[in-house]
């Protein structure tokens, strides 16, 4: 018996761990985290899971530098776990959004758990779950790590969705995502089912090099070979629902409005981000090659994209939705990048998408903390009448609010201004003239929308009108802990607005590692 | 020519043009800082920060050197992977926009109080002045498109938070109009640099560079004009897409009036001249037609509304849209006095509407009305607003003796040689001028004062000390033009050398009718001196 | 080999995955819907599998195999807390959100 087992034994990939640290930090931490508060419940009550969260993400963080370092010595990138994982600068830059991601929505949802009479650490361990999906998303090299990453990365977030047990419109929104959501991903993978059966396998750099190859011996064009093009089709599908992408934008107003906002500033900046991250790995890594084929529909989505958004936003009362609109645009602008990475500029386009969702998850981080922020008590205060005379009654909110939006419109001297920025460029770069004045009409499109926020805060402040309002901008109680969080983020919307080169050519590198190294 | 203007840079060692983006910087935050209690020192600071601003340009304009060179270059590398560099320069084209707004900014800030928020206010001029200074030195392309949106936001919020009426419809109309119309420049930008990086290898957005290496194609090229033009003809603001500047000047705060007239509507002028002239000479050349015509229409459309206004303020705006006309005629003529003559008149404008703003801030404060009809006689109860509103108007009209008449003179001057029709057209509205401000001038200060026009205060004496700066401007620049154009003409005259280098079978037309520059100035000071006796009675 | 049959019979079980999820109104029926497509893709993924001597698409429907009762198990989660809050699972009256 024992011989048969040697005999038959399987061979183990090595694993090695010492750059998988943060995937192990957020993962196992989360169980840890749920364990520890199950044993004893004293620590359920309080600040101890969200300083939890924030010290395993912090110490994610710190891991990174010293990651990195051991990628650069050993090439720019390391093949992990028998080639499934790649650990590069693009994996590590999308970790570091996860982690920013997690430590100011744990810094927001603290006070917001409070303030609704909720708690348990439930919320944090499922953020702490969620964001290692996004890592492993950004790090696949195998369509199953894919798959996996993004559906440990949705189930996490449609339970966050509806995980408030008071609300109904969270469980609405909730029970709409996971619907919408189940069905894009049963369809990405039926995409990925496609793809399996047309190049034979799931690793991404195979399936590049049996296309590369194909074309150049003239055999069975698989450029042309319709299981190909219905898989990358499907998992364009998949990938548009996360990162709401027109057409696939229809569920993306109603579940900003309903889930808690906290949530859904996970949901604008990590998520997205993730959804975008893998995007951008599947596509550019393994149909780089054949990019002329999915060139058009990307277009076609980017125009969509930016034209339904800033529309739609234009006749938004709620903030939330306003601003869920505003992220359709967003997806947008970044398909506008990678349309461009398709058209000819591989380096240039695939470079401004990766500095774009960075850069848009900065933006919605402080701008969905301002709105958890000034929600107050049962997430109430997010219609735009709420907004009056903010300027007044909370001018340090109101200013650093109006900062995040002005980058949102892509003002000069903020992050916003160079994403779009690089985006154009690109896009000049590939030619696609028509693409980047449609774009930039629909960015002037959504400015008014964020104008008109700005007014509403600054502007307006009648007594008449305002009122009411300042009667109950008074109450409004601002938490420290989400101030910070708000602090930070518009911080670091300037700080990079004014550097664009603060802190190393990441961006470049991560663009090398999706470009070059294969 | 133009690597003489690489080369040529002058470096010296004290920083002295990020000086003066930074110092109404430190400024806004000193103000930021000041304590809620101390209301009193927000004006005392914010006028110290940009009298020092204004000190600093003026010792740039005194330490200028006399030739076509880049001078006082700061460069420092900011986003390396784009080639786009943080640098700043000063030649003849920009060194006068840069003292006009170093010395409007003080004066703006002298004449007129905020009246509510002042904390707010001041900062926010003080961004202003920051972004105004850094977009005439910019000389990379991203860099000058930074400073020309972000002027907006400050704008923006004088506008909407300080204005009268209809306030924020005016500010984002303003806000939207011109970022639509920029929004295509930076699409333009992207070309140009892209369209370079491919012939060069090199990519950046150094304007210098770019324009030197002209190595888009000829659809390429216009296509990028087209839409650095779609941004500027809005600042202009040129006749189809000018409709937000009646509104944002007649709603926004004095001050804010004479920065945008004075400081913010030259940003489309000197856009054309550093950006559409220089990297495009061929599509410029070919569109320029329809850019005469636009300026023609501008001139005679903004002359003929203001004369049936009923806002005093109004009045002036579409004025100023009369006057850019005059200037975008004289950049298309293509020639040394035309681009001269326009920007001279460009700072001419600057001083004499902004004074104009200012004049008409300080009735509206007195009387709480801008309505010509409203006002009447008020010579008799302020003589020296009368005067002071005299030579500034007779200055925009365009007086020999008096500053607008230079520039008008060498704008007509080159257009004619350029395009003699639409110029003989444009001439109309040096009368038109003459008309709807003489009848505007003789409602509202002449007949019989009733009321409260009768007993209206004349100017303080700090009133009086913030004009006197811009009437000794209109006096001093209309006699002795000299030290202003021999500034400009080398950098002017290395410009449509660049022009005629870059332009098929294209050689300066100014030369047939007027030998050179020189000889222009003196036709300039016959005409003044032929016309001495005019001046000086109302 | 069969494959043409398994990928038909696959594709018309997404088919009917798919018109069940948009047509339905039950919540239950909605998640059953989604449970098809999954089982749709693990045919299409042991067909290719086995048509190309590769154990890759066979690990890989053991995955989804367990991702779909891990999503099938929040989604009735969801379900209940909603059942529990409008006694009903009608998908149709969760209406507050103006879509």
Known sequence: MLALLAQTQVQIPEIVWSVLWPIVLLSIGGVLLITATSISPRLRVGSFPAAMTIVLAGASLVTLPLIWSKVRDGGGQLPVIADAIRIDAFTLLVTGIMCASLIVVSLLLDDYLRTEGLDGPEWYVLLLMSATGGILMAAANDLIVTFLGLEILSIAVYVLAALHLRRTKSQEAGFKYFILGALSSAIFLYGIAMIYGATGSLRLTDIAQFIASGNSAGLSPLTESSLLLAGMAMLLIGFGFKISAAPFHLWTPDVYEGAPTPVVAFMASAVKAAGMAGLLRVFIVAFGVVAEDWRPVVGAMAILSVVIGAASALGQDNVKRMLAYSSIVHAGFMLVGLYAAASGAAQTGTRSVVFYLFAYAVMSLGTFAAFTLIGGRGDQNHSLSAYVGLSRSNPMVASLLAVLLLAQAGMPFTIGFWAKARVIIAAANGENYVVAAVAMVAAVVAAFVYLRLIVTMFMISEPDEAGEAEASGAQLRISRSGLFALGIAAAATMIWGLFPGFGGDWFGEATRALLELR | ?538 | ?99
């Not at chain 2, 049936?308 to 003529?333: C, E, M, P």
């Open chain 3, 1 to 99: 080999m069969l494959l043409n049959q398994f990928l038909g019979l696959a594709a018309i079980l997404f088919c009917i995955g798919v018109y069940g999820v948009l047509t339905r109104r039950n919540g239950v029926m909605v998640l059953m819907s989604i449970e098809l497509i999954l089982n749709a893709v693990n045919i299409n993924l042991v067909a290719f599998g086995a048509y190309q001597g590769d154990v890759g698409g066979q690990v890989f429907a053991l995955f989804v195999i367990a991702v779909a009762a891990a999503e099938v198990g929040v989604g009735l989660a969801i379900v209940l807390l909603i059942y529990r809050n409008r006694r009903s699972i009608d998908v149709s009256e969760a209406d507050l959100l103006q879509g």
């Open chain 2, 1 to 538: 020519m133009i690597s003489s203007v690489l080369l040529g840079a002058e470096t010296t060692s004290f920083p002295v043009l990020p000086a003066l983006v930074a110092i109404p910087l430190l400024t806004a935050l000193v103000i930021a800082l000041i304590p809620g209690s101390r209301d009193d020192y927000l004006k005392i600071t914010a006028l110290s920060g940009s009298s020092i601003t204004a000190a600093f340009s003026i010792w740039v304009m005194a330490a200028f050197e006399t030739d076509d060179s880049l001078q006082f270059v700061w460069e420092r590398v900011w986003a390396a992977d784009l080639g786009a560099s943080f640098s700043l320069g000063i030649d003849g084209i920009s060194l006068f926009l840069v003292v006009l707004s170093g010395i409007l900014f003080p004066i703006a800030i002298m004449c007129c109080d905020p009246g509510h928020d002042h904390k707010p206010y001041y900062i926010w001029l003080m961004v202003l002045m920051a972004g105004s200074m850094g977009v005439f030195m910019a000389t990379d392309l991203l860099l000058f498109f930074l400073f020309f949106e972000v002027v907006l936001i400050p704008m923006y919020f004088l506008i909407g938070g300080w204005g009268h009426g209809d306030r924020v419809f005016a500010a984002t109309k303003f806000f939207i109009y011109t970022m639509a119309g920029s929004a295509l420049m930076l699409i333009g930008i992207g070309t140009v640099a892209i369209g370079t990086a491919r012939q060069t290898g090199v990519l950046t957005f150094n304007v210098f560079e770019l324009a030197e290496a002209q190595a888009l194609s000829p659809d390429l090229a216009r296509f990028a004009f087209i839409a650095f033009a779609l941004g500027f003809a809005v600042k202009v603001p040129l006749v189809p897409v000018h409709t937000w500047l009646p509104d944002a000047h007649t709603e926004a705060p004095t001050a804010g009036s004479v920065i945008l007239a004075g400081v913010m509507l030259k940003l489309g002028t000197y856009g054309f001249i550093r950006f559409g002239l220089f990297l495009f000479p061929q599509a410029a050349k070919d569109l320029a037609p329809l850019f005469f015509t636009l300026g023609v229409i501008g001139i005679v459309y903004g002359a003929v509304v203001a004369t049936v206004q009923k806002d005093l303020k109004r009045l002036i705006a579409y004025s100023s849209i009369a006057h850019l006309g005059f200037i975008i005629l004289g950049i298309f003529a293509m020639n040394t006095q035309g681009i001269e003559g326009a920007l001279l008149q460009m700072v001419n404008h600057g001083i004499s509407t902004g004074a104009l703003f200012i004049l008409v801030g300080w009735i509206y404060e007195r009387r709480h009305t801008r309505e010509i009809a409203a006002l009447s006689g008020l010579q008799s109860a302020a003589p020296i607003m009368a005067a002071a509103f005299t030579l500034v108007m007779l200055s925009s009209i365009g007086l020999p003796g008096l500053n607008g008449f230079v520039g008008e003179f060498l704008i007509l001057l080159g257009a004619y040689s350029a395009a003699k029709w639409w110029t003989v057209v444009a001439v109309t509205g040096v009368i038109l001028a003459a008309l709807y401000l003489l009848w505007a001038y003789q409602r509202v200060f002449h007949g019989k004062a009733e009321g409260d026009n009768a007993t209206m205060a004349d100017l303080s004496l700090s009133e009086g000390l913030s004009i006197l700066p811009l009437i000794g401007l209109i006096i001093f620049m209309g006699l002795y033009p000299k030290p202003v154009l021999e500034r400009m003409e080398p950098a002017v005259e290395t410009l449509v050398a660049h022009l005629e280098a870059n332009i098929d079978g294209f050689s300066e037309p100014g030369n047939d009718g007027v030998e050179s520059p020189a000889d222009a100035e003196d036709l300039v000071k016959a005409a003044i001196h032929g016309a001495e006796g005019e001046e000086g009675d109302h």
